[in-house]
């Protein structure tokens, strides 16, 4: 399994578990600036990389009044911003082919959402920026799926992939992690990324009702997927998930970051020469 190189951060091989973190979306310049600079402080006092998500277009919401952020523009100024004061890659949503060039610019990694991971044209486009792709296994799709994504994305030169996985359908407003996927992605040679809060999202129901989600399940999914082998954790945060503008009902509260992040850096530390040492075997552990 590769190794993906971002900036000075290293997700995969054997490197330790990382961290791709933020808020869902921009909601203005000071809540960006704030969470970053949390964060960084965070990451640097557990000694874990880091690369800093965040949308500035939410383009899927489920009615049109929903905020969406400050879109591509003023967007990319910000998150350019952040990565220029806090030291960090960026990564942030791609839409359509041609605002995959654009975030090609600015962004460190080019993220293929979930809805989108099908779309042939926008995959090669992604591909053509020459950055790092992480694609977000749709809900809909079964691990093996994202074979024929891989191999559009490497048609354009870039084997720099990496695979999210954020919950598969499950009824029609239910998401369940299938853990399977895990080291089924890994097998196809790119580092594997878990989500834990889109997999507690439940489809359909607007984000700022508390029934939308259930955030206290977060930990548990992370850990799980820590101990299945996974490469990075993918956390949004916020300082005030009750408050905040988009996923109200589904971010995890900073102030319970860094405790997770400790019993998953522990986790990690304990399994990963377990995972190493498998290699070569067959996926299911038994030679």
């Not at 354009?156 to 996985?165: A, F, K, Q, V």
């Not at 399977?180 to 489809?203: E, F, N, Q, W, Y």
Request: glycine share 10%; hydrophobic share 40%.
């Amino acid at each position: 399994m590769r190794e993906v190189a971002i900036r000075d951060v290293r997700i995969g091989g054997d490197n330790p578990l990382a961290l791709i973190a933020g808020p869902c979306v921009i909601e203005s310049r000071e809540q960006v600036m704030e969470i970053a600079g949390r964060i960084r402080d965070l990451v640097d006092e557990l000694g874990i990389a880091w690369v800093f998500k965040a949308s500035y277009d939410k383009a899927n919401r489920g009615e049109s009044a929903s905020y969406r952020g400050p879109l591509v523009g003023d967007g990319l100024d910000l998150l350019a911003e952040v990565r220029e004061k806090f030291d960090v890659p960026i990564l942030t949503d791609a839409h359509d082919p041609q605002e995959a060039e654009v975030i090609g610019r600015v962004a460190d990694v080019v993220q293929i959402p979930a809805y989108l991971s099908m779309q042939t044209p926008l995959a090669l486009a992604a591909g053509k920026t020459g950055k790092v792709i992480n694609v977000k296994k749709g809900q809909f799709l079964g691990a093996s799926a994202m074979e024929g994504v891989i191999r559009k994305i490497e048609s354009t030169g870039n084997d720099r992939i990496m695979l999210t996985e954020r919950g598969s359908t499950f009824g029609y407003s239910d998401l369940v992690a299938d853990y399977r996927s895990l080291p089924r992605m890994r097998a196809m040679g790119c580092p594997v990324v878990l989500d834990p809060t889109h997999i507690i999202r439940k489809p359909g129901i607007p984000s700022k009702d508390p029934a939308g989600g259930d955030p206290e399940y977060v930990p548990h999914l992370s850990r799980a997927g820590v101990a299945a082998g996974i490469d990075a954790l993918f956390i949004e945060t916020h300082l005030s998930p009750e408050r905040a503008m988009c996923d109200a009902c589904s971010m995890l509260r900073f102030d319970y970051l860094k405790e997770l992040l400790q019993q998953c850096i522990a986790i990690d530390r304990l399994v990963k020469p377990w995972d190493l040492s498998a290699r070569g075997r067959r996926e299911d552990g038994f030679v």
